[in-house]
């Protein structure tokens, strides 16, 4: 029943259209692991931002300084190869109380492991779709494909998406958004590592560096009781134009 839900409403989002997936809102570099066919998992990502560059309200989105943001994300294994995901996005800051920002639908496909490529690959595929005043375009289209390779305990994965607004009012230039995660195994579900993420601008020419985002993260995992598993971390921005400070958490419950 589950599967047969994730399948019709990830259709029903894929066939709208129309489609900037709500920036901030959820720090995840995406690697090949997912989910068995018939199983699923429940993620609550959920940030805080101490120091933001975004001091006010802006056509592009909500201010950043001092606010919380949270994903829920909902996903299915469809095969042994494809998943399906559905997140709920929301925004919450002194003043402006707590908001519906949106919703995404992401399909991700993987190639088996039992193949025995040497790298990890994959692809997701993701729409989006942010309310008036939350994103510069009402609807987005990302597509990030997936490239990883363990050696030992070390772990790099390396996601170079590309996202485009599309409707009618919304901008169609293709944007590079680059992120990638390094990452070492303590033992078991526990790791520290090393987190990136940027926007770079339009493929066909950079912004200036001062008007780009990049942000690093420091980042632990662990297995917390009833099998739930977490993860911490604490991101420095590192152009002007990106949130100074952010703090973020994600909860994580297989079923």
Request: no cysteine; hydrophobic share 40%; glycine share 12%.
């Amino acid at each position: 029943m589950l599967t047969r839900t994730i399948i019709g409403v990830t259709a029903l989002f894929l066939t709208a259209t129309q489609v900037q997936a709500q920036q901030g809102y959820e720090f995840e570099v995406y690697n090949i692991e997912i989910s068995a066919p018939g199983k699923g998992e429940l993620e609550l990502h959920a940030n805080f931002v101490p120091s933001g560059s975004q001091l006010f309200d802006d056509a592009e989105g909500r201010a950043t300084h001092r606010a919380f943001r949270s994903a829920l994300e909902l996903s299915t294994g469809l095969t042994s190869w494809l998943e399906g995901s559905l997140y709920a996005v929301g925004y919450a800051r002194a003043g402006a109380g707590v908001q519906y920002v949106g919703s995404r639908a992401r399909i991700t496909a993987v190639l088996p492991r039992a193949w025995s490529f040497p790298f990890d690959l994959g692809v997701s595929q993701e729409v989006g779709y942010a309310r008036a005043g939350f994103a510069e375009n009402r609807w987005a289209y990302e597509i990030t494909p997936i490239v990883g390779k363990d050696v030992g305990r070390l772990q790099l994965v390396i996601n170079p998406a590309f996202e485009r607004g599309v409707g009618a009012h919304s901008g169609h230039e293709w944007e590079f958004e680059p992120r990638a995660a390094l990452g070492y195994t303590l033992g078991g579900e526990e790791s520290l590592g090393l987190e990136y993420y940027s926007v770079l601008g339009p493929v066909d020419g950079f912004d200036a560096r001062s008007h780009q985002r990049h942000q690093l993260f420091a980042v632990g995992k662990t297995e917390l009781p009833s099998g739930v598993e977490g993860s911490f971390g604490i991101g420095r921005g590192l152009t002007s134009n990106s949130d100074r400070w952010v703090i973020t958490t994600r909860l994580e419950l297989k079923f």
